[in-house]
C-alpha cells in the first residue's frame, strides 16, 4: 500500500511562487508516472503536470513555462515548482502515482490559493 502526503499549499499573491511536494511511502515501488492534478471549486479534476519513469513530462497547456515537475528518486518525492502564480491557478492539488501494476494513488491534497 502506498501512502502519499503532499505539503507545500497556501496563500500567494499572484505572480507569486509556491512549490509542493509528494512524499511517497510504503511500497517500494518504481512509479511509472508521478503527476498533479488539480481541482478548482464547480470545475473537473485537471491534470497539472507528469513525470515518467523515464523522466519525460507533460504539462497542461495554461501552466506551461510556469510550473516545474520534479522528482528525487532517492527520496521517493515529487515536486511542483509554481511561479507566476496567476488567480486562475487556485484550486485542491493532489499527488497521484501509477505503478507498472496499473495500480493508482491519491493523496489527501493541499490548498493552493492564490489572491490579492
Known amino acids: 500500500q502506498v501512502q502519499l502526503v503532499e505539503s507545500g499549499g497556501g496563500l500567494v499573491q499572484p505572480g507569486g511562487s509556491l512549490r509542493l511536494s509528494c512524499a511517497a511511502s510504503g511500497g517500494g515501488f518504481t512509479f511509472r508516472t508521478m503527476g498533479w492534478y488539480r481541482q478548482a471549486p464547480g470545475k473537473q479534476r485537471e491534470l497539472v503536470a507528469v513525470?515518467?519513469?523515464?523522466?519525460?513530462?507533460n504539462y497542461l497547456d495554461s501552466v506551461k513555462g510556469r510550473f516545474t515537475i520534479s522528482r528525487d528518486v532517492a527520496k521517493n518525492t515529487m515536486y511542483l515548482q509554481m511561479n507566476s502564480l496567476k488567480p486562475e491557478d487556485t484550486a485542491f492539488y493532489y499527488c497521484?502515482?501509477?505503478?507498472?501494476?496499473?495500480?493508482?494513488?491519491w493523496g489527501q491534497g493541499t490548498q493552493v490559493t492564490v489572491s490579492s
Open positions: 497521484n502515482v501509477e505503478t507498472f501494476s496499473g495500480y493508482k494513488y
Open positions: 513525470i515518467t519513469w523515464s523522466a519525460s513530462t
